[in-house]
């Protein structure tokens, strides 16, 4: 079936539902106009649906009109009326089913629709407040809950400032020169709020621009959080800053803004009386946060399960499977959160171990276990490794969560099961 046939039998099937064709946007996606109505609802919501005549992307669907009884801050919907009914990359359309698969996005529109009449939030949406959140990129690396006053690192990235926000400034350092960042001796003033409301967008007057709007938008999801970001916002007046971060930490994601003070404006503005506060026409930057702590990247690949963050392991053997097997137990976040992971091996790199091994030609004639421990903190800088060059015979592991023998060998096996009894938990190879 050619293109311009599939859009032709889509455009009629939308028909059947009572929408209408009203043209073309300016990248050239068919544009309806029709009702969108929740299965709990019998009046529908003027909607337009936009589809990718190549049936590539998802259809694109916007309340025409606001419902006046919905709240000022809601979830899935931004202030055009942008409908977010699917999480990026979850679903894959069939290009030889553009009938029902844009029918079916049209349904699924529909449910989310219903659930944010009823105030619900969508789970597998939930990180989907970014893409109404446009703003500069933030890193914390941050493994404590501690609130309040926090360490901001500011570091240079081909020549661009970026921010890197720390409970640990020798791990985020590591990490820093590893990604080949400048560190520079400048900071940033920086708070840590907590929250319990998701950050939903208002359904106007979004974004944000100034810190009144700030705050009369954190006024319709958590006044107590509200109170907490005006009172730290005063605090960087106090202390004269140049400019202060709110790092605001909500249920699955953490978001953030920057204020710049202008002293001037400031000055000017304090000497009018009927003006309340004269930080709340300070202008704000939104700001991206992104995790980049080890329990973070750990969790982000286990969801809903025990990561080996905090624990204490050993690897015994660090030849074909042990080698393989490090590298997966530190993606695991073994060595990470106060945790440590050890790797015992007294043999070499040899040439004839370089075609099945996590190691490769640099690393020849070198001992395995220093080999690998130098390449995961390559790949994990805040990640505690330790390696052990000797016979683990005449190793002390000290007190260990778990025990690996990726070995292969039956009678060393035995062995470290006499040497380490129960209670610590042991894996044989």
């Not at 009144?212 to 959080?225: E, F, K, V």
């Amino acid at each position: 079936m050619s293109s311009a046939a599939a859009v032709a039998d889509v455009i009629e099937a939308f028909k059947q539902r009572g929408f209408a064709f009203v043209g073309k946007t300016d990248d050239g996606w068919f544009r309806l106009h029709g009702r969108l109505t929740s299965p709990q609802a019998d009046k529908g919501c003027p909607c337009e649906v936009q589809l990718d005549p190549t049936f590539f992307d998802l259809p694109r669907i916007r309340l025409l009109e606001i419902p006046p009884e919905l709240p000022a801050a809601v979830p899935h919907l931004g202030a055009d009326g942008g409908l977010c009914y699917l999480a990026k990359g979850t679903v894959v359309l069939d290009i030889y089913d553009p009938v029902g698969q844009s029918l079916a996005c049209l349904q699924r529109a529909a449910v989310v629709f219903g659930q944010i009449m009823q105030g619900e939030m969508i789970e597998d949406l939930a990180e989907e407040f970014f893409a109404y959140w446009h703003g500069w990129h933030c890193f914390v690396d941050m493994q404590g809950e501690d609130l309040g006053r926090q360490n901001c690192i500011v570091a240079h990235a081909n020549g661009c400032p970026l921010w890197f926000i720390t409970d640990n400034e020798d791990r985020t350092t590591e990490k820093l020169k590893s990604l080949g960042y400048q560190v520079t001796d400048r900071t940033v003033l920086t708070y840590r709020v907590k929250t319990g409301a998701q950050p939903r967008p208002l359904t106007s007057n979004w974004p944000p621009e100034t810190v009144g709007d700030i705050l009369a938008w954190q006024s319709t999801l958590d006044p107590r959080c509200r109170r907490k970001i005006h009172e730290r916002i005063k605090e960087g007046e106090r202390k004269k800053a140049n400019g202060v971060l709110i790092v605001i930490e909500s249920p699955l994601m953490t978001y953030g803004f920057a204020v710049l003070y202008d002293r001037q404006s400031l000055v000017q503005k304090s000497k009018l009386i009927d003006r309340r506060d004269s930080s709340y026409g300070l202008k704000v930057m939104p700001i991206s946060v992104v995790r980049i702590d080890d329990r973070y990247l750990a969790q982000r690949n286990m969801p809903n399960s025990k990561t080996l963050a905090g624990k204490n392991i050993a690897v015994v053997g660090c030849g074909t499977i042990g080698g393989y097997l490090s590298d997966m137990l530190v993606k695991a976040g073994a060595g990470t959160c106060g945790g440590k992971l050890t790797l015992v091996d007294f043999d070499c790199l040899l040439p004839q171990n370089i075609g099945r091994h996590r190691l490769g030609f640099p690393d020849l004639l070198s001992n395995k276990a220093e080999a690998m421990a130098k390449e995961l903190k390559r790949l994990a800088p805040g990640a505690e490794i330790r390696a052990l060059p000797v016979d683990v015979r005449h190793a002390q592991l000290g007190e260990l969560d778990l025990l690996i023998d990726a070995t292969g060998e039956e009678s060393l096996g035995h062995w470290l099961c006499g040497h380490y009894p129960p209670p610590t938990p042991m894996l044989s190879v």
